[in-house]
């Protein structure tokens, strides 16, 4: 090396004179307002001679298009369920009148007595000229009949509707005047119209209503939770009996025929129309209601 340039490397000025700082800036870490960038790699030109480092991602929200599809099918499934049930309630009101459809069971019967067994259904019995039992169902379920030539037994036979079908149904009997009736049933409305005869009735759950009948001896209205009303008459030297759990009472008998009545009730109030004067051949009434009030007219 020559001296000229010896000299000059020695005197020359020291080394970084000319090497400019790193200049200082100030860096926004607010997470806010970062760009939403997927996920990888970045280079921060402020950083020189650092290694590539994985950036921070901000977690993205979460859909909201599943959270929609779930309402909007929850109220579809109500709707089908609403519609549903509005229709079953239609065909159960339907069945209430003996001629909105055809009915699924049809058949006659000779005999004296009639022995209707029933577990959900309405009863509507009414007078016919001739000389035999006509009995017709109108509902999901159908009876089974027999007779052994007095006794008619009816017996429901249980077959099970869908998901929005009702069991109850109407049961239709036509029968002679002097027919004898007992019917049961666990839950419903008994009905019987112009009908001379002795009639035992007995519902868990259900209105007896009896309208222009002459009851013969040994007839019983009886319902646990229900209304009992009779209209009609009672064959002299007979014992009767109207009782209800909970339930009202309305008794309606002819002036010409009074009877010996004897009215209870737990809680409730007994209204009883004076009458004739009775004797020793008239007719005895008892009427009893736990939770409910009596009534007692006559009429011409």
Known sequence: ????????????????????????????????????YSQGYHYDPHTQGEKLRPMSVRPRRRSRRGLWIAVVLGVMFLGVMFLGGALGYHNYSSRLSPHSEAPSYVTEFKGTTVNLHATSADIHVHFGTSNVVRVSSIG??????????????????????????????????????????ILQTKSGNVEIDNIAAQANVNTDSGDITVDQARFENGSSLQTKSGDIHFKGNLAEKGTYAFTTDSGNVDVGLLASTPAKVTAHTVNGQVSQAPSGPTTASSPDLTINTNTGDIKLEYTD
């Open 140 to 181: 999901s379920d159908t009876f089974k009949g027999d007779t052994d030539g007095t006794t008619i037994t009816l017996n429901e036979v249980d077959q099970r509707g869908g998901l929005f079908e009702h069991r109850n149904q109407t049961i239709d009997i036509t029968a002679p005047a002097d027919e004898h009736l």
């Open 1 to 36: 090396m020559s001296q000229q340039q010896s000299q000059f490397h020695e005197d020359g000025p020291p080394v970084g004179q000319y090497e400019q700082p790193p200049l200082q800036r100030e860096v926004n870490h607010d997470p806010r307002e970062q760009p939403d």
